[in-house]
């Protein structure tokens, strides 16, 4: 015995050096207080974009010997912050961005600290009770009936899945149904949604690209007719997608007929709108009119929200769909049972372990309230047209008027308008200033904006401006 407690003894004093005292506590959160501050102080000039790729093998991240935590700090800021997409700047306008408002990130921190676990209410009654609050807000926000279920997630990927999960389940498509059922989309979707229903067995499922009007949206006439056309051939079509501002322009559907088609047909009707979704609090509310009347509905927070990565919500009307779906439980699990099953996060999603990220919106929103969020939304709506009207004057081309806040661009020539444009993206990369992306629409290459971080104000337009004023010079003296 003597020799077990004296092994336990030395095992015991060197695990404690995981518990840091108070006092190195305090040094350590200035450190990471004045680097995060250093960081923030500094987006507004720093490149948004940096193409220059490392050796990996040379990268001191790869040494894992102990470190100070000045030395990790170093690490993280040359090999971390300063290499690739700089997403927490106002300057990311090039994918769906979202920016990291600070007050998440004391909510992850707290939540980090005090480890609270999200899962079921048995171990965090309080935790659990924040996400649900989350939740119930969506709900009222989209106007979805308050016996509907939802579940915080990860991003979009996994809250799509959860969505086409359950419309999978209450339509019964399994087994010799599969390849007879037929998925409706738009070729302008999301391609989560198609690695979603091949990770849930439904590669075989039928899915037909729906006709597209002038401005990329889902034309409704076909539609209908094509529903018709598979009901008359035997199939079996059992769900419909749309989107309320696609990844490439920014487009939303037709909710309102799309719906009445859905339920017409008796079609599980889901909409996508990670992406713009929460615009409905703004003036373009009208624009989002029927997506009250989906069975299922996915956002993301950490877009339209500005919260840091990952954080995507679902909403689904039919909770037994839900269940079927995802409750599962073992023995060991029975204490925590309780009657109400659907406000339990691991019984409506894939995850059992259930990080608490619920926090990282609920602080943020009892800290600042819904209006700086709302006016942040407006704002970027108006950079959009301004940044539409400056490019017309530069010369170029754009798209048709968006919903929301992504837009595109081309410069035209009389010849190799594709190779031009390459060219003018590339130099666009190599400066760095500002970070935008690129997209192919018709078999035209096409430049894509899209402004959504909080930290996105005109003068960052103006920078994106100047920027493609130079990019621009540049391409044509390498085409001459």
Same mark, same amino acid.
């Given at each position: 015995?003597?020799?077990?407690?004296?092994?336990?003894?030395?095992?015991?004093?060197?695990?404690?050096?995981?518990?840091?005292?108070? +006092?190195?506590?305090?040094?350590?959160?200035?450190?990471?207080?004045?680097?995060?501050?250093?960081?923030?102080?500094?987006?507004?000039?720093?490149?948004?974009?940096?193409?220059?790729?490392?050796?990996?093998?040379?990268?001191?991240?790869?040494?894992?010997?102990?470190?100070?935590?000045?030395?990790?700090?170093?690490?993280?800021?040359?090999?971390?912050?300063?290499?690739?997409?700089?997403?927490?700047?106002?300057?990311?306008?090039?994918?769906?961005?979202?920016?990291?408002?600070?007050?998440? +990130?004391?909510?992850?921190?707290?939540?980090?600290?005090?480890?609270?676990?999200?899962?079921?209410?048995?171990?965090?009654?309080?935790?659990?009770?924040?996400?649900?609050?989350?939740?119930?807000?969506?709900?009222?926000?989209?106007?979805?009936?308050?016996?509907?279920?939802?579940?915080?997630?990860?991003?979009?990927?996994?809250?799509?899945?959860?969505?086409?999960?359950?419309?999978?389940?209450?339509?019964?498509?399994?087994?010799?149904?599969?390849?007879?059922?037929?998925?409706?989309?738009?070729?302008?979707?999301?391609?989560?949604?198609?690695?979603?229903?091949?990770?849930?067995?439904?590669?075989?499922?039928?899915?037909?690209?729906?006709?597209?009007?002038?401005?990329?949206?889902?034309?409704?006439?076909?539609?209908?007719?094509?529903?018709?056309? @598979?009901?008359?051939?035997?199939?079996?079509?059992?769900?419909?997608?749309?989107?309320?501002?696609?990844?490439?322009?920014?487009?939303?559907?037709?909710?309102?007929?799309?719906?009445?088609?859905?339920?017409?047909?008796?079609?599980?009707?889901?909409?996508?709108?990670?992406?713009?979704?929460?615009?409905?609090?703004?003036?373009?509310?009208?624009?989002?009119?029927?997506?009250?009347?989906?069975?299922?509905?996915?956002?993301?927070?950490?877009?339209?929200?500005?919260?840091?990565?990952?954080?995507?919500?679902?909403?689904?009307?039919?909770?037994?769909?839900?269940?079927?779906?995802?409750?599962?439980?073992?023995?060991?699990?029975?204490?925590?049972?309780?009657?109400?099953?659907?406000?339990?996060?691991?019984?409506?999603?894939?995850?059992?372990?259930?990080?608490?990220?619920?926090?990282?919106?609920?602080?943020?929103?009892?800290?600042?309230?819904?209006?700086?969020?709302?006016?942040?939304?407006?704002?970027?709506?108006?950079?959009?047209?301004?940044?539409?009207?400056?490019?017309?004057?530069?010369?170029?081309?754009?798209?048709?008027?968006?919903?929301?806040?992504?837009?595109?661009?081309?410069?035209?020539?009389?010849?190799?308008?594709?190779?031009?444009?390459?060219?003018?993206?590339?130099?666009?990369?190599?400066?760095?200033?500002?970070?935008?992306?690129?997209?192919?629409?018709?078999?035209?290459?096409?430049?894509?904006?899209?402004?959504?971080?909080?930290?996105?104000?005109?003068?960052?337009?103006?920078?994106?401006?100047?920027?493609?004023?130079?990019?621009?010079?540049?391409?044509?003296? @390498?085409?001459?």
């Amino acid at each position: 015995m003597k020799d077990l407690i004296k092994k336990i003894k030395a095992f015991e004093n060197e695990s404690q050096t995981l518990e840091i005292p108070i +006092a190195q506590r305090g040094i350590l959160i200035e450190k990471v207080k004045q680097f995060t501050d250093d960081f923030i102080e500094a987006l507004p000039e720093a490149e948004s974009f940096n193409t220059k790729t490392p050796n990996f093998d040379k990268l001191k991240i790869r040494d894992n010997s102990t470190k100070t935590l000045d030395d990790i700090l170093s690490i993280f800021k040359e090999e971390v912050n300063e290499l690739g997409l700089r997403a927490a700047s106002g300057g990311h306008v090039g994918y769906i961005p979202g920016g990291g408002i600070y007050a998440a +990130a004391l909510g992850d921190f707290l939540a980090a600290v005090s480890n609270e676990y999200a899962g079921v209410s048995y171990a965090s009654p309080g935790a659990v009770a924040i996400e649900n609050e989350v939740i119930t807000w969506l709900k009222k926000v989209f106007s979805f009936p308050e016996t509907a279920v939802g579940n915080l997630a990860s991003g979009g990927s996994i809250a799509n899945l959860i969505a086409l999960t359950a419309a999978r389940d209450k339509h019964k498509i399994k087994n010799e149904h599969i390849t007879k059922s037929v998925v409706y989309l738009s070729e302008q979707a999301h391609h989560c949604l198609k690695k979603a229903l091949r990770i849930i067995g439904l590669e075989d499922v039928i899915i037909r690209h729906l006709e597209l009007d002038e401005d990329y949206k889902i034309d409704t006439g076909t539609l209908n007719k094509q529903i018709e056309v @598979d009901f008359s051939l035997g199939l079996h079509p059992f769900l419909i997608i749309a989107s309320a501002g696609t990844t490439d322009v920014g487009a939303i559907d037709p909710l309102e007929k799309i719906a009445t088609i859905a339920k017409h047909h008796n079609l599980w009707y889901h909409i996508d709108a990670a992406y713009g979704g929460f615009f409905v609090l703004t003036s373009k509310k009208e624009s989002f009119k029927g997506i009250e009347k989906a069975d299922s509905l996915v956002v993301d927070p950490h877009k339209g929200m500005f919260l840091p990565y990952g954080l995507g919500a679902v909403l689904i009307k039919d909770g037994e769909a839900v269940l079927h779906s995802h409750r599962s439980t073992g023995n060991y699990l029975q204490d925590a049972v309780t009657a109400d099953l659907a406000n339990e996060p691991a019984n409506v999603s894939p995850e059992l372990t259930k990080h608490f990220r619920g926090l990282r919106m609920w602080l943020p929103l009892q800290l600042h309230g819904i209006k700086p969020f709302v006016a942040a939304l407006e704002e970027k709506l108006l950079l959009t047209t301004y940044f539409r009207k400056k490019l017309i004057a530069m010369g170029c081309k754009v798209g048709p008027k968006p919903d929301l806040s992504v837009s595109y661009f081309w410069y035209p020539t009389e010849k190799h308008q594709n190779d031009f444009n390459k060219k003018l993206m590339q130099n666009i990369h190599q400066d760095g200033s500002v970070f935008l992306s690129s997209t192919i629409l018709k078999g035209e290459f096409v430049i894509r904006i899209a402004i959504l971080s909080f930290r996105t104000k005109r003068v960052t337009i103006d920078r994106a401006l100047e920027m493609i004023e130079r990019s621009l010079k540049q391409t044509l003296v @390498d085409f001459e």
